[in-house]
């Protein structure tokens, strides 16, 4: 039976190649028509793909190089019902954002870091070299470099940025709040005891302060990024979870095929066969949380009792006895009475060996 379910994977590949180009083309699709791409568009579009794939998968077409009944309807509508209610959700990973400048703001914050640093090096080189002319030439390639990578690396790093506006936006508080009131605020007299060092205390000085502070927040706005969706990483995204969705749905359709066609004599192929039951204890056993794994982990098991398997606890044998053979294959030499040690359980179902366990002599 096994066997057999590799066949129809072989035979399904190209049609399934085929499914999983189409649902995705039509996911991107969907979301590059919104207005904006955010996870819950990414959802509901997936959400609709998924419908529509499982309605190519439960086609009579499909459906019928699977199993030769796809054309009676009962057999057809047994099988969707079997099958959706195994299904799971189609979840495509949100590609992660990329932060990056505006292409303006690369060219504000070069044109701004030169104009400054011409203003600064004229005079500066004036004074100390009388070259006045090379200092406003120098100070705008420098001034220009130092703001574009001042700014780039402000880009990079959010939280210091933040931090900068911040301290700029708090100085502006504490100037307006001395020209209030600087006699009942004692946090204002000691700005004012700080500020009056550099730029004086008139009211004309406070208010170039102010200036000041606030062309410093609008400059750092330059540096403030957006987040650029990879569409390329969301291609590839919506491509490889609709290729294993529907591989691991073939599996599902594949194994209901098995249950259904397992025939009364066919002892192997009937006991083997997984009941949907089962299959779908083990579907929620590999979608549960880390912290909730051990309880499903429990249901797993007593679905599996339910089938009919039987189950077993402990590795240590005991020992061998010939009855052994029927339910294990021995791995080296053992004889009658020596101590063994299980490798490998058998899966037994209503009291038939389905597949022997593997078991070894114990030493030392």
């Known amino acids: 039976m096994i066997e057999n379910r590799n066949v129809h994977k072989i035979h399904l590949k ?11 083309s039509q996911i991107i699709q969907s979301v590059q028509a919104a207005d904006a791409l955010t996870p819950t568009v990414l959802s509901s579009a997936s959400e609709t793909v998924q ?56 060219a504000y914050t070069g044109c701004l870091g030169a104009l400054l640093g011409m203003l600064s090096g004229g005079p500066l080189l ?10 406003v030439i120098l100070g705008g390639a420098a001034g220009s470099l130092v703001f574009l990578m001042l700014v780039g690396y402000l880009v990079q790093h959010p939280r210091i940025l933040r ?53 410093g927040i609008l400059v750092l706005q330059l540096a403030v990024p957006r987040a650029r969706i990879r569409w390329d990483q969301l291609e590839s995204n919506t491509r490889d979870a609709v290729q294993s969705w529907l591989s691991y749905h073939l599996n599902i359709l594949l194994l209901l095929h098995q249950k259904t066609t397992a025939l009364p004599g066919d002892t192997e192929s009937h006991n083997s066969a997984l009941p949907a039951p089962l299959i779908s204890s083990i579907q929620k056993l590999s979608l549960a949380p880390t912290d909730q794994r051990s309880a499903v982990a429990e249901e797993v098991i007593q679905e599996y009792k339910n089938s009919g398997f039987s189950t077993f606890h402990d590795e240590s044998g005991g020992t061998f006895e010939n009855s052994l053979y ?24 209503d009291g038939q060996v389905i597949k022997k366990g593997r078991l070894t002599k114990q030493r030392g």
């Not at 190209?14 to 995705?24: K, T």
């Not at 030769?68 to 057999?75: E, H, I, K, L, P």
């Not at 708090?170 to 100037?175: F, K, N």
Request: charged content about 25%.
């Open 14 to 24: 190209e049609d399934l190649n085929v499914i999983a180009a189409e649902g995705s």
């Open 51 to 106: 419908s529509i794939l499982c309605d190519r998968m439960l086609s009579e077409e499909f459906l019928g190089k699977i199993d030769s009944r796809a054309q009676d309807d009962n057999f057809r509508r047994r099988t969707a019902f079997e099958f959706r209610a195994l299904l799971i959700p189609l979840q495509i990973p949100f590609p992660e954002p990329v932060l990056e400048m505006r292409s303006r703001s690369w």
């Open 126 to 135: 004036h004074y100390l070299l009388d070259m006045r002319d090379a200092g």
């Open 326 to 349: 029927e339910q294990y294959e021995i791995l080296g030499l053992i004889e009658q009475g020596d101590p063994f040690r299980i490798l490998e359980h058998p899966v037994i179902k």
């Open 163 to 215: 931090v900068v506006q911040g301290a700029f936006g708090a100085a502006t508080i504490l100037e307006v709040a001395t020209m209030a009131g600087a006699s009942i605020n004692p946090l204002s007299l000691l700005w004012g005891r700080v500020t009056k060092y550099f730029t004086g205390r008139g009211l004309l000085h406070r208010i170039k302060r102010i200036g000041v502070y606030l062309a």
